[in-house]
């Protein structure tokens, strides 16, 4: 019996509100948003001017960790969630740079990120890239769908960029992470950067308010509370500290940002 027909409905994309990763792609100088993202963006730039900057110090860091990975770290996998809009370099392009063989899992749940999903999927012919629509929440779902790509016997890293301050604990933002890295072999990693307000307390309460008011969800975290995630893992050096601060050996500094003071914290972990 043949199966049901595939559905080629167009991904509906939710404009009537700001969404985290377009935001962040104009941040970033991207085009993939809307009107209703730029207003927001807009807003938080009056509130806090250096925020392109940061977002750029960010992702400058997910290209350094991955470096370090796939030639310090030993790890040819990677389960990249929350991976949001394409930006190049992307994750793989990293990763395959230095490793062509190397395997990478993309995840998100946005329609957006599924519409730009074919720029995510031409990687080098020794490697394998795959790209799975889930949600965070839906760990074992992901986990399954990344299976059939990774091998979780073997290490893989876990790649958490700026995406754990959108889950509240009520929501089990800890529960999701120890469940995914419960899945993971000895040696694999866990690679996280994370928003904070313990270095711009007034200018993060104003933008929690913003985002309270477009009925979106942002939970800063503290260090200890960052740290929480990290339990039972061997932290990298230099441990949690400021983006810029993780290895800046392994690439190029973000213009402007010796005079940004960094809004997060990263870290990566090693599974024993």
Request: hydrophobic content about 40%.
């Amino acid at each position: 019996m043949a199966g049901p027909e595939p559905d080629t409905t167009p991904p509906r994309i939710d404009t009537s509100r700001p969404h985290p990763a377009r935001m962040y792609d104009w941040f970033l100088g991207g085009k993939d948003n809307y009107e209703v993202d730029v207003a927001m963006g807009q807003q938080m730039l009056a509130v806090e001017p250096t925020i392109p900057v940061m977002a750029k110090v960010n992702r400058a860091f997910m290209h350094r960790a991955t470096r370090w990975l796939a030639e310090q770290g030993g790890v040819h996998q990677y389960l990249d969630i929350g991976t949001g809009i394409p930006t190049e370099p992307n994750l793989h392009q990293v990763a395959q740079e230095s490793v062509p063989s190397a395997r990478i899992v993309y995840c998100d749940n946005d329609p957006i990120v599924l519409a730009h999903a074919e720029a995510l999927l031409s990687g080098t012919p020794a490697g394998a890239i795959d790209y799975v629509q889930a949600d965070l929440r839906d760990a074992e779902s992901i986990l399954e769908q990344a299976g059939k790509t990774l091998d979780f016997d073997r290490p893989v890293a876990l790649s958490l960029i700026s995406m754990l301050h959108f889950v509240t604990d009520e929501d089990g933002a800890y529960e999701i992470v120890e469940r995914l890295v419960s899945a993971l072999a000895p040696g694999s990693h866990l690679v996280m950067s994370h928003l904070t307000a313990d270095f711009h307390p007034e200018q993060t309460a104003q933008v929690e308010e913003m985002y309270k008011a477009n009925r979106l969800t942002l939970a800063p975290r503290t260090r200890d509370q960052f740290a929480a995630f990290f339990k039972g893992l061997d932290l990298i050096e230099p441990g949690i500290t400021a983006a810029e601060a993780w290895h800046p050996e392994l690439g190029d500094p973000v213009p402007g940002q010796a005079d940004v003071v960094t809004g997060g914290y990263v870290a990566v972990g090693r599974k024993p």
